[in-house]
C-alpha cells in the first residue's frame, strides 16, 4: 500500500533579483502530482511566490487529509561539529539550532533581495577559524563588508575552526552522491550553498521558526531524517502528513534527459517532473520505503550524526 498520496518537488535558486518573465533554467521550479490533478511543472520568478504556491498546495492536500512527500534540492544541513563551531545555542538537536538560526538573520524579500553573504560572513566569524570560512564564494561586488568570507577559498580542507572541530569539505551523503559540491560553496558552477542557506531559512520560517507565525499544516510536518530517524512514516491512509525530504535530482539523469522535451529542454522543469514522477511510481509498488532506510555502511556514530546534524540526501543508497 502506498505510503504517500502526494509528491511535489520545489528546485530551488539562489537569484538575487527576479527571473525572467519568460520560464527559463536557473528559477525556481515546483513539480506536483496529487490525485484529481494533472501533474504540472510551475515556473517562479521569486522564491517568495514559489515558497508561497508551495505552502498553497501543501495546505491544500493537508485539508484534503492527504499525506504528501516534499522534496527540496538543497542541503538540509552541514557536516557535523558546525552548530558547535560556529557557537549557536546548544539547546536544541544541532541541524534545528541552524534552522533556527537561518530563519531568525536570513532576510530575502519578494524582490529575491537577500543578505546571505552577510549571514554566511556572521557565521564564519563566530566559527573564527585561522582563515576566513568555512563559507566561501561570492561575486566580490556582494562581498562588501563582509569581513571573513571570501570570494575564492582560502583555506585547505578540513576547515579548523577555533574550538578545534575540524569541519569537512563533504556531509557523508555528498561523499556518496556523483557530483555533489559542498554545502560551504557559495556561488560558482554547480554550487549549492546558497540555495541551501536560503531553502532552509524559507522552509524554517513557514515551520514558525522566524518572526512570522508557523503555516497551518506545520502540525502534521516532519523533516526526514532529523525528526523521523531513518524509517519511513507510518501515517495511515486518511490522516494528513506532510514529510519533508533533501532531494538531489541529478540521481535521476536518465529520466530527466527523457524528460527534457516535453519541457523545451528546461533542465529544472524535466527534474521536478522526473522526481515526483519517479517517487510515484516507487512508492506505487512498495519499493519508496527503501529510501528511507538507513544507508548501508555507516557506523552508529555516523548515522547519529546524520540524524542530528547533517542530513541525508532521499533516496540515495
Given amino acids: 500500500m502506498p505510503a504517500f498520496d ?13 527571473s525572467p518573465v519568460r520560464p527559463s533554467a536557473d528559477a525556481c521550479w515546483l513539480g506536483a502530482c496529487a490525485p484529481g490533478e494533472r501533474f504540472a511543472a510551475a515556473y ?6 514559489a515558497m508561497a504556491a508551495w505552502s498553497a498546495w501543501v495546505t491544500r492536500q ?19 561539529g558546525f552548530a558547535a563551531a560556529a557557537k549557536l545555542e546548544p539547546a536544541a538537536q544541532p541541524w534545528r539550532v541552524v534552522w533556527q538560526t537561518l530563519a531568525r538573520h536570513i532576510e530575502d524579500d519578494d524582490r529575491n533581495r537577500n543578505n546571505r553573504f552577510a549571514v ?12 576566513a570560512g568555512p563559507f566561501w564564494g561570492g561575486p566580490p ?36 552522491a556523483k557530483h555533489a559540491q559542498e554545502a560551504w560553496k557559495l556561488a560558482g558552477i554547480g554550487s549549492v550553498g546558497s540555495q541551501s542557506l536560503l531553502g532552509i531559512a524559507a522552509l524554517g520560517r513557514l515551520l514558525g521558526w522566524g518572526d512570522a507565525p508557523p503555516a497551518s499544516w506545520t502540525p502534521h510536518a516532519q523533516v526526514w531524517p532529523f525528526q523521523t530517524g531513518f524509517q519511513a512514516p507510518a501515517t495511515p491512509p486518511g490522516r494528513p502528513a506532510v514529510t519533508l525530504v533533501e532531494a538531489f535530482p541529478s540521481l535521476l539523469e536518465e529520466q530527466t534527459q527523457r524528460r527534457l522535451n516535453r519541457h523545451g529542454r528546461i533542465r529544472d522543469a524535466a527534474q ?11 512508492d506505487r509498488v512498495d519499493r519508496l520505503d527503501a529510501g528511507f532506510a538507513p544507508p548501508a ?4 556514530t ?15 543508497a
Fill in 6 to 18: 502526494a509528491y511535489c518537488l520545489m528546485d530551488f535558486s539562489a537569484r538575487s533579483s527576479p
Fill in 44 to 49: 517562479f520568478r521569486t522564491r517568495a511566490a
Fill in 62 to 80: 493537508v485539508e484534503a487529509k492527504r499525506r504528501v512527500l516534499a522534496g527540496f534540492d538543497f542541503a538540509f544541513g552541514y557536516p557535523a
Fill in 120 to 131: 554566511a560572513s556572521r557565521l564564519n566569524e563566530q566559527a573564527a577559524g585561522r582563515d
Fill in 141 to 176: 561586488t556582494m562581498l562588501a563588508g563582509c569581513r571573513r568570507l571570501r570570494p575564492r577559498r582560502p583555506f585547505a580542507w578540513p576547515y579548523l575552526a577555533h574550538n578545534g572541530t575540524a569541519l569537512p569539505r563533504l556531509r557523508l551523503t555528498d561523499t556518496r
Fill in 272 to 282: 521536478v517532473d522526473a522526481w515526483c514522477h519517479w517517487a510515484k511510481e516507487r
Fill in 297 to 300: 555502511g555507516l557506523t552508529d
Fill in 302 to 316: 555516523q548515522r547519529s550524526a546524520c540524524v542530528a546534524e547533517e542530513g541525508w540526501i532521499f533516496g540515495l
